[in-house]
């Protein structure tokens, strides 16, 4: 039984590190800030996740209590990767200059968000984009 | 075992840190540098914990998890900064 845990223990942490590791490369090596933002956003927070859920387990099988503050960690974490790397995107996007004339079209009336100002209410949005679920009264 | 597993682990992270820094330091555009920031600040969480199995207390769980949140608050006002050029309108 212990050395089951040990090895499960073991490995999470493993796993978590070479995750890390392989984020982090990837943010050094990658060409530009569109692709370098896979590494850190996928796999540095799988890593830290599985060294937190590693950690867990560590403390579950050494001290006998369940403590819950990894998962806590670990969900903010998975929670706040996505936003910070959108701000990321969005903050580049408007800081390259001539972003808007590249962008495809978005085949609907309306331009992409934050590069054309929004609707004003709903009765102000095209057809193209009020679904069969809004309501319009 | 779990301490080879935590030494390997405890190496990783810190490859990772130095990788951050040469991207802080070389990355040509600020969103480079705001999101080597961030993931150092993750990486720091990894090495946090990775202390607190070593040291088999769990005093480091309070301080990974307000680490997580000030890089995240610092994160979202560097890049609303970069936007706007403010941070609370």
């Known amino acids: 039984m212990g050395t089951i845990a040990e090895l499960l223990i073991a490995a999470l942490i493993v796993v978590g590190g070479i995750f890390g590791l392989v984020g982090s490369f990837g943010l050094a090596k990658l060409p530009d800030l569109m ?10 927070t799988l890593g830290v996740g599985s060294t ?3 950690s867990m387990v560590y403390i ?25 790397a959108n701000f990321i995107a969005k903050s580049f996007l408007h800081r390259r200059g001539d972003t808007a004339r590249k962008l495809p079209p978005t085949g609907t009336e309306y331009g ?16 193209s984009l009020a679904g069969p679920r809004r309501d319009k009264s | 075992m779990i301490t080879y597993a935590v030494h390997f682990a405890v190496a990783c992270f810190a490859i990772a840190l130095l990788l951050n820094l040469y991207r802080l330091s070389k990355g040509p ?8 920031l961030d993931t150092m600040v993750i990486n720091g969480i990894a090495l946090l914990v990775l202390y607190g199995i070593v040291s088999d207390t769990a005093v480091y ?19 609303r900064f970069i936007l706007r050029g403010d941070i609370i309108e």
């Open chain 1, 35 to 44: 692709s370098r933002l896979h590494g850190p956003t996928k796999s540095s």
């Open chain 1, 52 to 54: 937190l859920i590693g």
């Open chain 1, 60 to 84: 579950l099988w050494s001290h006998g209590t369940l403590s819950l503050h990894e998962l806590l960690i670990t969900l903010f974490l998975f929670l706040t990767a996505p936003i910070t």
């Open chain 1, 112 to 127: 992409w968000a934050s590069f054309v100002p929004p609707p004003n209410s709903i009765d102000d949005e095209p057809d």
């Open chain 2, 29 to 36: 555009s600020i969103a480079d540098r705001v999101l080597a």
């Open chain 2, 61 to 79: 769980f309070e301080a990974s998890l307000l680490f997580a949140m000030v890089g995240f608050i610092s994160t979202v006002a560097y890049c």
